[in-house]
């Protein structure tokens, strides 16, 4: 096979595999509270567990290629991906689940910085934008399949990990390509990387779009915890069938996903990042409020559609306010979002203890106009201290 290919396959695989368990939280947490007989807001607060380990092996990434080498960190990463899959399929203790959570995490983590690092060496100018846009599709495209498999396997009473243990397959057929394929690319590629993070420059700017992504995701693995479970319950629907909103969302973002690359061609990323965050304040608001179960479906391909370019966008904007990005900056905004993540189950879980679906639900728009606030407020700031180079992603 090609070796840069084989080398982008394995970038596309990270994203999808990793979706494969991202994807699934507000479908999977009344199934296992059922199987393990345990509160639903301690199983939601598991899902943290999976955004935790994810951020921590973005972080370890960073010295482990050095230390095991590209090659072996990434093979040995999804043997224990696929394992784990194993194991969640056939295990009967939270515990192991719980620690099962946290290594598929780690090793996704690992898994999207090598991909990263990939697509960055061996693809140049637009096929490079091309090539991202592809990866963001890639998880999207993962984001519809496995709820697929999953609706379908509780609707017929199969186990609750059956999907998880189709992205363990999945797993055993990215061993097997990079079993095959050489990472001697990524030491000149790091090396490049630390010269680059010399001398990062910090302003209000960079801080707000990083914000603005921890809150965003904070908001985002929310709704995809609980809406499963709040439209069951406000609707009277059976929980399987509650289910599918999370599919109409991934299928919306992957639309979104191809789409919005377009809309930025045309448009300052500043309004561009403004607009979708209006636009998913709106649909959180129009999901929470709606008395009719045939709406749903709309509002949550909108919102799907609107935060299908939230991380890329919020990478853009950030950089508008620096003369030149480092990876430092970069780095900022992506830990910002992977904390977001991470922290949205178990602190919706906590709030869950006190309050009821629709108030989880009406908190989220609120969050999206805190954002709105803040975003108004950084370029405000950044155009009056002439700290502002918009002229970089025009």
Not at 43 to 56: D, K, M, W
């Amino acid at each position: 096979m090609n070796n840069r290919l084989s080398l982008t396959a394995i970038s596309f695989l990270a994203n999808f595999i990793i979706a494969g368990f991202a994807s699934q939280f507000g479908m999977l947490t009344e199934p296992i509270a059922k199987a393990f007989h345990a509160e639903i807001e301690y199983v939601a607060s598991i899902f943290s567990l999976l955004n935790g380990g994810a951020l921590v092996g973005t972080v370890l990434a960073f010295f482990l290629i050095d230390i095991i080498g590209a090659k072996k960190i990434t093979l040995t990463s999804y043997i224990i991906v696929s394992f784990c899959t194993f194991v969640l399929y056939f295990s009967s203790s939270l515990l192991v689940i719980n620690i099962c959570m946290m290594l598929i995490g780690v090793c996704g983590g690992i898994g999207l910085c090598i991909a990263g690092t990939i697509i960055v060496s061996i693809w140049q100018n637009k096929v490079r934008s091309t090539m991202f846009v592809i990866q963001d599709a890639t998880f999207n495209i993962a984001g519809v399949i496995f709820p697929l498999i999953t609706t379908t396997a509780l609707f017929h009473n199969f186990h609750w990990a059956t999907s998880y243990l189709v992205v363990g397959m999945v797993a055993l057929f990215a061993v097997v390509i990079i079993a095959l394929t050489n990472f001697e690319f990524i030491n000149k590629s790091k090396q490049a990387v630390n010269i680059k993070a010399e001398g990062s420059e910090w302003n209000f700017g960079i801080f707000s779009a990083g914000i603005s992504l921890f809150i965003a995701m904070l908001a985002l693995y929310t709704f995809l915890t609980w809406s499963p479970i709040f439209i069951s319950t406000k609707f009277s629907i059976p929980f399987e069938n509650a289910g599918n909103i999370i599919t109409q969302y991934w299928s919306a973002a992957l639309i979104g996903a191809i789409i919005s690359t377009v809309i930025v061609s045309k448009m300052k990323i500043q309004n561009f990042f403004i607009m979708i965050i209006g636009l998913a304040m709106i649909m959180t608001i129009l999901i929470a409020t709606t008395t009719r179960l045939s709406n749903i479906g709309y509002f949550t391909y909108g919102y799907g559609f609107v935060c299908s370019a939230l991380y890329n966008s919020a990478i853009a904007y950030g950089v508008t306010f620096v003369k030149q990005a480092s990876s430092k900056n970069v780095s900022f905004i992506l830990i910002s979002g992977s904390t977001g993540a991470m922290v949205g189950p178990v602190l919706s879980s906590l709030f869950h203890k006190e309050y009821n679906n629709q108030v989880i639900m009406n908190i989220i728009p609120m969050l999206y106009s805190f954002i709105l606030l803040l975003l108004i407020i950084s370029l405000i700031i950044q155009k009056k201290s002439k700290k502002y180079y918009p002229q970089l992603t025009q």
